[in-house]
């Protein structure tokens, strides 16, 4: 079957990628196919190959994205807030609401063995999340301090209570409906967060 829509070399890939991320959102990530993806962007099933070898590369293209995106909202929640406990808050608000918005892209960007974990791209984005939060905790030189450095503890543990929140609301594991879930988990990370820093470490 030939394409139904024509397309520049460039838009192809923009296109597949903005259906697949319908395909996720619909179908979660085990419901998740290539061939879905074509049908949904009007190509052939043989088209995504010009851009992505196989499932896994596009879901990699998909999660370095997110990771893009949830970088991006940790940069702009870190610029609001007066101390270091209110901007460690803030990013934490922006990963929830990112988790919130996207549970099925979320889910993915988590997903080991689906991914391409010796990606460039994904791993630039990844570190660059992560070095965002980890700089507001040990100050702007964390990324030159030694792997020991037993400050990382403080970060390791800031992320570990921001993902735990996330991981609990989108699986329902607070027992309720998502709505009340969400509600829940944005009322109470604050204060978790701000037991952990100004009661744990400075």
């Given amino acids: 079957m030939m394409s139904t829509r024509a397309y520049h070399h460039g838009n192809l890939r923009a296109a597949l990628l903005d259906a697949a991320l319908a395909v996720l959102t619909d179908k979660g990530v085990t419901g998740f196919s290539l061939r879905e993806t074509a049908r949904r962007a009007g190509v052939t099933s043989a088209a995504p190959k010009h851009h992505f070898a196989d499932t896994r590369a596009m879901l990699t293209a998909l999660a370095t994205g997110a990771f893009?995106?949830?970088?991006?909202?940790?940069?702009?929640?870190?610029?609001?807030?007066?101390?270091?406990?209110?901007?460690?808050?803030?990013?934490?608000?922006?990963?929830?609401?990112?988790?919130?918005?996207?549970?099925?892209?979320?889910?993915?960007?988590?997903?080991?063995?689906?991914?391409?974990?010796?990606?460039?791209?994904?791993?630039?984005?990844?570190?660059?999340?992560?070095?965002?939060?980890?700089?507001?905790?040990?100050?702007?030189?964390?990324?030159?301090?030694?792997?020991?450095?037993?400050?990382?503890?403080?970060?390791?543990?800031?992320?570990?209570i921001v993902h735990g929140f996330a991981r609990l609301m989108i699986e329902g594991s607070f027992g309720l409906d998502r709505e009340t879930a969400e509600a829940t988990a944005r009322a109470t990370l604050p204060r978790s967060l701000r037991l952990l820093v100004e009661g744990g470490f400075r």
């Fill in 68 to 160: 893009q995106r949830l970088a991006d909202s940790l940069a702009a929640a870190d610029q609001t807030g007066a101390s270091k406990t209110d901007k460690i808050i803030a990013q934490g608000e922006a990963y929830l609401a990112f988790a919130a918005k996207q549970p099925a892209l979320y889910e993915l960007m988590w997903q080991a063995a689906l991914l391409d974990l010796t990606d460039a791209d994904l791993l630039r984005e990844k570190n660059r999340a992560f070095h965002i939060l980890d700089r507001r905790v040990r100050g702007a030189d964390a990324e030159r301090l030694p792997d020991d450095d037993p400050r990382m503890a403080a970060t390791f543990a800031c992320w570990s």
